[in-house]
């Protein structure tokens, strides 16, 4: 066996040695896997089977959505309070309740 | 981990036409999916060992089977790789046949390359349901949809090709060109072209697609040629690579064959459910049969001028040519007389320097980007 496994050893550096420009490896940063197969609150997580079989809160499907929504509930809640701290923007918005 | 690897996945071996040069004679092009507990293996295997991976959807016809098959593959993918980590891609050759617009979409969304097996007014010569396919390209030229078509050529059509490629240019569509080998059904039904015939036809190919400054389409393999005789040093298509150890093909049952170009029972390299890395594959007696082939016939390809560039060529294309061991095939043949030319061609464009204004824009931007990048020498 180890001396089927030399041969082959043999032959595959043969092989390569014939053709070495072409095993030059051209170094290529690949993309960071996202993390989405990571729970948010770090909880354990196999990384086995996907996300969205058993943490649903972490696909990209229910991502998307529900940043939006978080993302537009706090622009309007700044405005709400700008405006009351501002007593309507300072009078340009004249209906702020006094 | 290693960096890259090629795999040609054949989902079943069935088609739903007969090529008179498929690589599998009929008796191979048996019913039969891969399963599940295969596929998962595949990705998992491959993950787990290389750097980036290339998934090649072959077959028999790959979309025989279900659009479910390419969604668990590539769920797979997203689970064993990373989602979106670019470490792996995946390209299907279809004969197109039953390409419709809901797996055109899914290919679209996650990326999939769709190459098209497809001779355009000359298909009937080796396949049959033309007007399906025909159907299916206009249907995707139509929508916008990214692909490409690789013809065959044959004897009968071989001096054809120059044709062929103004009818796919004017439509906008990349094409590839490569003759049909003496494998499987075309071992001995006398539908390999003359290759002198043939390489008189890639080179008056290439010449129009050099001058062709109105074009937008790649022309394949001679845009790889280009580059390599420009100084790429990157191998150019697949018989060129010098892919032992870099290419796997795996068969619906799980085989493992060196590459997807039939099946020869003695380069049957094991089963998947067998080994725990890919990698194994190459180092049992099939494999060292074929390493030990290809570097016998290397050294004598040794003083050859373009030995640089050809990497002693298809170890596949030679074992069916004329023996493993022997080279000057006509697959060598072709490629001696076609890339010769390619680089003649460059040669001169570097030294007169001409009007770039009239010349393809593929062409354009590999002698600009030689010219502005003086480190790229040539092999």
Not at chain 2, 67 to 89: I, M, N, P, T, W
């Amino acid at each position: 066996m180890s001396h089927g496994a030399d041969r082959i050893d043999r032959l595959t550096d043969l092989y390569m040695s014939q053709s070495a420009g072409a095993f030059t490896v051209f170094a290529s940063a690949a993309k960071k896997p996202n993390d989405h197969e990571q729970r948010v609150d770090d909880g354990p997580h196999g990384g086995i089977t996907p996300c969205s079989d058993q943490y649903p809160c972490c696909t990209d499907s229910m991502c998307k959505p529900g940043c939006n929504a978080v993302l537009i509930l706090l622009i309007a809640g700044g405005c709400v309070c700008c405006c009351y701290v501002t007593h309507g923007f300072g009078g340009v918005w004249p209906y702020w309740p006094a | 981990m290693k960096p890259f690897i090629s795999l040609v996945v054949k989902p079943t071996l069935e088609c739903n036409i007969s090529c008179r040069h498929c690589y599998h004679p009929p008796e191979e092009r048996v019913p039969g999916l891969m399963d599940d507990a295969t596929l998962e293996r595949v990705v998992r295997l491959a993950s787990e060992e290389y750097e980036t991976v290339w998934f090649i959807w072959h077959g028999g016809e790959p979309l025989l089977a279900p659009l479910s098959f390419f969604k668990r593959a590539v769920e797979l993918q997203d689970r064993y790789f990373g989602k979106d980590s670019h470490r792996c891609g995946n390209t299907v050759q279809t004969n197109g046949v039953t390409i419709d617009r809901r797996f055109m979409d899914f290919c679209r969304d996650r990326r999939i390359n769709v190459g098209v097996s497809y001779e355009g007014e000359l298909n009937d010569e080796l396949r049959q349901m033309s007007r399906d396919t025909a159907a299916a390209i206009d249907m995707m030229s139509r929508r916008g949809y990214m692909f490409s078509v690789s013809c065959t050529m044959c004897r009968t059509t071989a001096a054809s090709m120059p044709d062929l490629y103004g009818y796919f240019s004017g439509r906008g569509i990349n094409a590839s060109f490569s003759p049909v080998v003496p494998i499987g059904c075309a071992a001995s039904n006398g539908t390999t072209p003359d290759p002198d015939e043939y390489a008189r036809a890639s080179i008056e190919t290439f010449d129009r697609w050099v001058t062709d400054s109105g074009s937008d389409v790649a022309l394949l393999p001679h845009y790889l040629y280009l580059l390599n005789a420009l100084g790429d040093p990157q191998p150019s298509d697949c018989q060129h690579t010098s892919c032992l150890t870099r290419w796997l093909s795996v068969h619906p049952g799980g085989d493992l064959y060196p590459c997807g170009k039939g099946r020869p029972p003695e380069f049957r390299l094991c089963n998947i459910s067998e080994v725990g890395r890919l990698s194994d594959a190459f180092r049992t007696e099939g494999f060292a049969r074929l390493l030990e082939g290809t570097v016998a016939r290397r050294e004598k390809c040794a003083e050859c001028p373009i030995y640089a560039y050809c990497n002693g060529g298809c170890s596949m294309d030679a074992y069916h040519e004329g023996g493993l061991e022997n080279n000057g095939g006509d697959s060598c043949r072709i490629y001696r007389q076609v890339f010769s030319h390619v680089q003649r061609t460059v040669g001169s464009i570097l030294e007169d320097r001409p009007d770039l204004s009239g010349y393809n824009r593929y062409v354009r931007d590999a002698v600009v980007g030689k010219l502005v990048n003086p480190m790229i020498t040539g092999q």
